[in-house]
């Protein structure tokens, strides 16, 4: 969810600040003020490709700031592979443009690349204009909502096709490393008894760089040690004016005391134990220094025994901790290419097995498919009869992903029922959504679809039946972004148009720029632009509409410029009709 938004310096914007709210939340104003200009900015958000073009005249550089809540976990993990810091539940997105052409973009104030806002962008938000709908026509995109459909069922049956396919993967990685030419396996094995034995030879124990290195610090700054372990011991007990000497001293100035006074007996035990616990450090600061070998030759045979472990440590890892680890993972590796020809038959059925297992699972997944398919086509048919496409037509098409010989993903590819397919964690089936507006024409893909308007329309009435099936199967779904998806509609058509925008704000954000009154009255927060002129300068001004300036706006809406106490009739009306305020 997106909570707050901060534009500066983009296009006719001087500068605006947004509050905004879940639910439904409109943007309405005069044609020409600018409404779009809202998207533009939730667009480099998300990862738009920005041009100086949009820097507003005698800026240097452009700022959109926005504070967002991101649904569920997989920004954070994508961020943390990014190496962001995301210890919050909040996500603050900055872009900046200036006219040298340099685009910078931070994350939680820390720069970031676009490539990195781009990925982290659908846990944002999702944004459909009437120039461009960023993800619409994505085939992935495709296949995860129609996989939404199955709910929580079909949530388990991915899990399952997810597992075995990184269960046969890893057998097959497996086998592929124990079956390169033997040359290079050779290579491979001689490599590694060479590291093997090198370790092993050294005779590395854990912890014992840590061990010679306090050892070494110590030898060289043993006349350092010696002059203070002697002052220390002149101090504490060896002076006739020692520490220990004046306590023994204080103790009989006091030694009457008690006969006059009980508290002083207590006065002599803290006494005497402090003398006490100064003799024994005075016999730890003894030892110490008689323990330490101030030698040349043992000085020596310490720096020779870290060199020879800080040879191994730039090789092989640092420290004794992860150079023996490294040891153990080569030895594991080395049994593997040292594997018999038996070992090679039994990866082999393995593989065979795991394989068996996936392409079941994707045979159900499939299977499965085919029904949520038919149940998107009819109820999403059923909301574009509402949206004045009744005669629009509206296909799922599922098919194998087949494996062109020779390509990318030749051998990659598995037989499955006579043909090569492309096998991975989402089964094997490509997924195209084919859409015809008009009757006669025969479903194309989303792609080929021009016109900007029934994209839309047909995109609101999916995402309406993805929350209303995602409730169902435990889903949400995610925040978007419409600019003009009224467009070409009006009458009922239009009631209907606001009523699912309504709908689909009860299941999580949505930010709808419009033109009709019986949009805007569905809506929970009601922002319009304006544009100001000031002595030659153009700006544009975003206020939150409440109360009595909501129903001005309805009315100029209804009504144009001249607004009648019959057009704020109807624009109170609309807004009781449409639950606003």
């Known amino acids: 969810m997106l909570r707050h938004l901060h534009v500066r310096n983009l296009a006719v914007i001087e500068e605006a600040s947004l509050d905004l709210d879940g639910g439904l939340s409109v943007v309405t104003g005069e044609t020409g003020a ?68 340099r685009n910078r973009v931070f994350l939680n104030d820390q720069p970031a690349t676009l490539r990195l806002l781009v990925a982290i962008a659908p846990d944002l938000m999702r944004i459909h204009s009437q120039r461009e709908e960023l993800g619409l026509m994505q085939p992935d995109l495709q296949l995860s909502w129609l996989d939404r459909i199955g709910g929580d069922k079909g949530s388990r049956l991915l899990e399952r096709s997810a597992e075995a396919f990184r269960d046969y993967s890893s057998v097959v990685e497996k086998l592929e490393r124990l079956t390169t030419d033997d040359r290079a396996r050779g290579e491979r094995a001689d490599l590694l008894r060479y590291q093997l034995a090198e370790i092993e030879n050294a005779q590395i124990t854990e912890g014992e760089d840590v061990e010679l290195t306090q050892e070494r610090d110590l030898l060289r700054h043993a006349e350092e040690i010696r002059i203070g372990a002697d002052r220390a011991l002149h101090q504490l007990v060896d002076d006739e004016s020692s520490a220990a000497a004046q306590l023994a001293r204080a103790n009989s100035a006091l030694a009457e005391f008690p006969r006059w006074d009980g508290e002083a007996r207590d006065w002599l035990g803290e006494l005497d134990e402090l003398r006490i616990r100064v003799q024994e450090l005075a016999a730890t600061v003894r030892s110490r220094f008689d323990s330490v070998d101030a030698s040349p030759q043992r000085l020596n045979a310490v720096e020779d025994r870290l060199a020879e472990l800080q040879r191994l440590f730039r090789k092989y890892g640092e420290g004794s901790g992860e150079v023996l680890a490294y040891s153990a993972r080569i030895a594991g590796e080395l049994d593997e290419l040292e594997v018999d020809e038996g070992r090679l038959d039994e990866l082999r059925a393995e593989v065979a097995d795991k394989l068996e297992v996936c392409v079941s699972l994707a045979k159900k997944l499939s299977s499965e498919r085919q029904k949520w398919a038919a149940k998107l086509q009819r109820e999403l048919l059923a909301h574009l009869a509402e949206l004045a496409l009744p005669r629009a037509a509206f296909e799922v098409r599922i098919e194998p992903a087949l494996v062109a010989p020779g390509g990318e993903h030749a051998s990659r590819g598995v037989e499955i029922d006579g043909q090569r397919l492309r096998i991975g964690a989402r089964g094997f089936d490509e997924v195209t959504f084919m859409f015809a507006p008009n009757p006669g024409e025969p479903p194309a893909p989303l792609a ?105 706006e309805l009315s100029r809406m209804l009504g144009g410029e001249e607004i009648t106490e019959l057009t704020r009739s109807h624009a109170r009306e609309l807004i009781s009709k449409g639950g606003g305020e």
């Open 34 to 101: 600018g409404k779009s200009l809202v998207v533009d900015s939730l667009a480099l958000l998300a990862g738009a490709r920005a041009s100086s073009d949009l820097i507003r005249a005698g800026a240097d550089s452009l700022l959109v700031t926005g504070m967002f809540e991101p649904r569920g976990n997989r920004w954070r993990k994508t961020l943390e592979e990014g190496g962001i810091d995301c210890s919050e539940d909040d996500l603050i997105v900055r872009r900046e443009v200036s006219r040298s052409g």
């Open 448 to 552: 080929r679809i021009a016109s900007g308007g029934e994209l839309a329309r047909l995109f609101l009435a999916l995402q309406v039946v993805l929350a209303d099936l995602g409730k169902r199967g435990g889903g949400k779904p995610p925040s978007v972004v419409f600019d003009e998806v009224d467009v070409g509609v009006g009458g009922a058509e239009a009631a209907a148009v606001g009523r699912k925008l309504g709908r689909l704000g009860e299941q999580g954000q949505v930010l709808a720029v419009t033109h009709l009154p019986q949009v805007a009255s569905q809506a929970h927060q009601h922002l319009t632009v304006r544009k100001r002129v000031q002595g030659k300068r153009t700006s544009v001004e975003v206020e939150t509409l409440r109360g009595e300036t909501r129903v001005d």
